[in-house]
C-alpha cells in the first residue's frame, strides 16, 4: 500500500521536463502569499535566514502517505526554492530494516523517474556505534555513518535528497529534500543580504 502510493504521488511530472515540477502540488517560485494558500498555514514568526519566510506544514495539495510535516522555504524575490518532508517516525526498528525497506522503496521511485542518482552515501560504522542494532545512533552521531542518495535534474538543475536521519535507539525518519532551479539564486540573495548587514555594521 505505502509503494502503491507513493508511485500515484511522485509519477505526477515527467522525468524528462527541461525543468523538474515542484514535488507535493506545490510550485517553485510561488510567492508567501501562494504557497500560505496553498498549505492553509501562515509562516513560522521567526524569518529563515532572515530574508526568508518558512512554512510549516502537515498537508499539501498533494500530500504523500506516512508525511509527518513538510517546511517550505519562501525568498520575497525568488519565490519558493526549497521543499523538505519529514515521515512519520519509524520506531521500535534497531536493525533499521523498516526504514531501510521504506528508504529502498522511494529510491526505486525516484530513480525511475529521474535515473540514477549523481551520489549514494550508504555506509555505517565508521566510528563509535558499530553493533547492526545501533544503527539509528550511528545514524544520528556526526562522522559515524549516512544513508543517503542524491539525484541532480532539470535545466537549470533541480537537487532532490533522500536520507534516513536516526533519532535514538530504534528510532529513525526518512526525508526528502527538494531544492528547485532557483535555489542557488535565493543562496547568493542571502549571502549578499548578510555581507550588507556586516559592512553596515561597521
Known sequence: MFLRALIAFLFVTSAHAQEVAAPFGLTWGASAAEVQEALGV???????????????????????????????????????GRVIWFSTPIEGDAYGSRGKEKYDELKAILTEKYGKPSNNMERTGVKLWKDRDEFYQCLGYDGCG?????????????????????????????????????????????????????????
Open 42 to 80: 501562515v509562516p513560522s514568526a521567526e524569518p529563515l535566514w532572515g530574508r526568508l519566510s518558512s512554512f510549516r506544514a502537515t498537508r499539501a495539495p498533494v500530500t504523500p502517505p506516512d508525511t509527518d510535516v513538510l517546511l517550505v522555504a519562501v525568498d520575497p524575490d525568488h519565490g519558493m
Open 146 to 202: 549516512i544513508w543517503m542518495s542524491v539525484w541532480d535534474v532539470g535545466a537549470p538543475a533541480t537537487t532532490i535528497g533522500l536520507q534516513i536521519k536516526g533519532i535514538r535507539r530504534g528510532e529513525g525518519v526518512l526525508i526528502m529534500t527538494y531544492e528547485g532551479p532557483n535555489w542557488s539564486d535565493i543562496l547568493a540573495a542571502v549571502k549578499a543580504g548578510e555581507n550588507k548587514s556586516k559592512k553596515d555594521a561597521f
